[in-house]
């Protein structure tokens, strides 16, 4: 290859600047050593997949209306009740499978990104030459959301669900009519029976997580640049 083309980026995730600003001045007083380019890129790749997440996440939305619409359309022999079994709503394929591929690509990038979180974590603890609070990174963030009254239980349920779509089944898509709203599910196999709820994640579930995850966004930005404060 003797020609190509980058792209430019614009407009991308802040997250990450707070942090080397801070590190910046730290290295313009003499109180830490530039950091390496293996750092410096790891910041990189945080922020490329922070860029992934609200797209992934409009997109959802998206089709979760459009699920909606669909629903609304039923007739009385599309619902099933325990021991009643139903006929299965009409819906157009590529709806239906663009929203799993979506739901399940959100799960992959909110895994990855708290795994290089982690990396990025314990990268600028040793930078700064400051102990992690606990002895892993992923206990020393939880300790810190923990710490400010921060919920860090979407943690263990966004690493559960991630390696049980990704390692053990394939998502369905069903709906809960049983009250007035619409909440999508996210079965963990093709069953019909959905009296217990130990057979589906419900789309609410994982917006929580992602809740959880934009708190944690902003407790951890403040806690990394608070280790090079001037």
């Given amino acids: 290859m003797d020609r190509w083309l980058h792209f430019s980026e614009l407009g991308g995730d802040p997250w990450v600047l707070p942090i080397w600003r801070a590190v910046n001045e730290a ?19 945080i ?5 992934f997440i609200p797209r992934i996440v409009r997109r959802i939305n998206e089709e979760s209306a459009a699920l909606v619409q669909v629903a609304r359309g039923r007739q009385q022999h599309h619902e099933f009740r325990q021991g009643d079994p139903g006929r299965a709503l009409p819906v157009d394929n590529n709806l239906k499978y ?3 591929i979506d739901i399940d690509a ?11 979180w982690t990396e990025f974590f314990r990268s600028l603890h040793r930078h700064a ?10 206990a020393s963030i939880k300790h810190i959301l923990d710490s400010e009254g921060h919920d860090a239980g979407w ?8 390696n049980y779509f990704t390692h053990r089944a394939a998502p369905y898509l069903a709906m ?3 009250g007035r709203g619409h909440d999508i599910l996210v079965l963990k196999a093709n069953v019909a029976d959905l009296s217990t709820s130990a057979a589906f994640v419900r789309l609410s579930e994982i917006d929580d997580i992602v809740g959880g995850f934009r708190i944690a966004k902003g407790v951890m930005q403040n806690h990394l640049a608070r280790l090079f404060s001037v």
Avoid at 47 to 51: A, D, G, K, P
Avoid at 155 to 162: P, Q, S, T
């Fill in 155 to 162: 943690i263990k349920r966004l690493n559960d669900h991630r």
């Fill in 47 to 51: 922020s490329i997949r922070l860029n």
């Fill in 27 to 45: 290295v313009a007083v003499g109180l830490v050593l530039a950091p390496p380019r293996a750092l410096r890129e790891l910041g990189l790749h």
């Fill in 176 to 178: 809960d009519i049983s």
């Fill in 106 to 116: 959100l799960l992959f990038e909110l895994s990855s990104l708290y795994e290089l």
């Fill in 98 to 100: 663009q929203l799993l």
């Fill in 129 to 138: 030459r400051t102990p992690m609070p606990s002895r892993t990174a992923d």
